[in-house]
């Protein structure tokens, strides 16, 4: 069922988009050759939990960790671990924050050092994208409006959609209907209302589209060893433009 967010539901999202914002902004200056990703995972925890708010996928179905560190041909899902990221690394960076009972979920892609032209293309070109579905998030269009966008833009771009992976709606629970694919037709899917959240996610390749599921059973890397990136925000629909609920947002709260 799809839910449409009181006023008050909405400030609270803004306050957990916020957090989720913070810890990206506050991690970026540690994301360099040498550091784990687990000593990331520590300095993710501490900041959220500093901010009277709780990491939204540590025991999640399961999940050990606060965040998502997916490396290289590493999708999604990525558990910290004692891996020390290296020169040359792209990382995804996946984050939810849970303020009063509420969500925010925001995913980013980083690179480590000097990285690969073609690393930067699938990260320009994937992050582009994420805001190309972001335009259509407005009142009267369709889910599917979004994930034509993504699509049209990823298929320009000769980059890989995993299609396996989708968005979703957000609130009390980390992941709520409606799912956002980031393929689709324009004009298909439920109807975009004002007070609904949802999290929108490219999530491209490099090469093929093709993934599997590592023995570990969360971590998700492409099929081919090509390098994936991720991009997310959380997206509130309103009577005008879009707000990103966890971006930098014009009043000054984050």
């Known amino acids: 069922m799809i839910t449409i967010k009181s006023p008050r539901e909405i400030e609270l999202m803004r306050v957990a988009g ?88 925001s995913a980013w892609s980083y690179v480590v050092g000097n990285v690969s032209d073609n690393d ?11 805001y190309e579905g972001i335009k259509m998030a407005v009142k009267g269009n369709r889910i599917g409006d979004i994930s034509n966008a993504i699509e049209t833009y990823a298929k320009k771009h000769n980059l890989g959609i995993v299609r396996e992976l989708v968005g979703h709606g957000v609130g009390t629970n980390l992941h709520e209907d409606p799912n956002v694919p980031n393929y689709g037709e324009k004009g298909k899917g439920p109807l975009l209302k004002p007070g609904m959240v949802i999290a929108i996610e490219p999530m491209l390749t490099f090469g093929k589209e093709n993934i599997y599921v590592e023995d570990n059973d969360w971590t998700i890397r492409t099929y081919d060893g090509s390098n994936a990136a991720h991009f997310e925000h959380t997206i509130l629909i309103t009577d005008d433009k879009p707000e990103i609920l966890t971006g930098e947002c014009e009043n000054g709260k984050k």
């Open 18 to 105: 916020s957090i989720v914002y913070q810890t990206h902004q506050y991690l970026k200056k540690f994301i360099k050759s040498g550091i784990t990703t687990e000593e990331l995972d520590k300095l993710a925890e501490d900041f959220i939990i500093s901010k009277d708010a709780t990491p939204s996928f540590k025991g999640y179905q399961g999940f050990p960790k606060t965040l998502c560190t997916s490396v290289n041909d590493e999708v999604v899902h990525g558990i910290p671990s004692n891996y020390k990221l290296k020169n040359g690394d792209i990382i995804s960076i996946d984050i939810g924050a849970c303020y009063k009972g509420y969500h925010g979920d």
């Open 120 to 130: 930067k293309y699938l990260m320009e070109h994937t992050e582009k994208s994420l």
